[in-house]
């Protein structure tokens, strides 16, 4: 069954180091997501991506993240000088086309990030 | 609130019984979705009812939608120790942003 990967499964950064999440979606699909986790908390949005532009971001998103469909495969999350509160579980998701808004979206794992 | 607020954050059943989750939103939504997270893992899709239906099943699962209340409920019924997991509620509001808002979740555990 097809499913969406992401990598590292953990990374642990140093304060003010850049880091960039990496995740496969499912290879049909069109729209992607980033969420996040702060642990045993909600998930929050944080960006989709579709047509090779970001569509919407939320608050969290801010200069500091930067996302990225370099090939026609990797969709990659960039957070360029990591703070303390950036430390989370990541979750890449991707949907396939459907009309009428966001219908089922497939997660992947989760790249847990630890800034020290 | 927030939109997609689970209530309660956690339940504790024993197998076999069933188990009632609640969301509350607070905006118009296309369709409300239900997600399955066990611990440390990503998220699970597990059903979608669309605004203009009232209520889904599918197996074990019934999923309710009220949207004159802006509430649905998800009922797992026969309740096995691999239900427990944490449900989130994920809204698609009709207005402003598109993407799925989900809710804090419900921790569940189902004692064997």
């Known amino acids: 069954e097809p499913e969406v990967t992401q990598t590292p499964s953990h990374q642990v950064t140093q304060m003010g180091q850049e880091v960039i999440l990496r995740c496969v979606p499912i290879s049909n699909h069109l729209y992607f997501y980033w969420y996040r986790q702060i642990l045993g908390q909600k998930v929050e949005f944080l960006v989709s991506?579709?047509?090779?532009?970001?569509?919407?971001k939320s608050e969290i998103f801010d200069d500091q993240f930067s996302v990225e469909r370099p090939d026609g495969s990797n969709f990659t999350l960039k957070i360029r000088s990591t703070k303390l509160e950036d430390s989370a579980m990541y979750f890449c998701?991707?949907?396939?086309?459907?009309?009428?808004?966001?219908?089922?979206?497939?997660f992947g794992e989760g790249s847990r990030l630890t800034v020290l | 609130s927030q939109q997609g607020e689970e209530d309660p954050q956690a339940l504790s059943i024993q197998e076999g019984e069933n188990a009632t989750m609640n969301c509350s939103y607070k905006t118009s939504i296309n369709n409300l979705q239900w997600y399955r997270q066990n611990s440390g893992r990503g998220l699970v899709h597990l059903i979608l009812?669309?605004?203009?239906?009232r209520e889904k099943h599918s197996g074990r699962l019934r999923v309710t939608l009220d949207t004159s209340k802006k509430s649905s409920s998800l009922l797992i019924t026969a309740s096995r120790a691999a239900d427990t997991a944490s449900y989130f509620c994920?809204?698609?509001?009709?207005?402003?942003?598109?993407?799925?808002?989900f809710g804090s979740g419900t921790r569940l555990q189902v004692q064997p």
């Open positions: 009812i669309r605004s203009n239906e």
């Open positions: 991506f579709y047509n090779n532009e970001i569509s919407e």
């Open positions: 998701a991707s949907r396939s086309r459907a009309s009428g808004g966001p219908g089922e979206l497939f």
């Open positions: 994920a809204t698609d509001k009709d207005t402003g942003r598109r993407a799925l808002t």
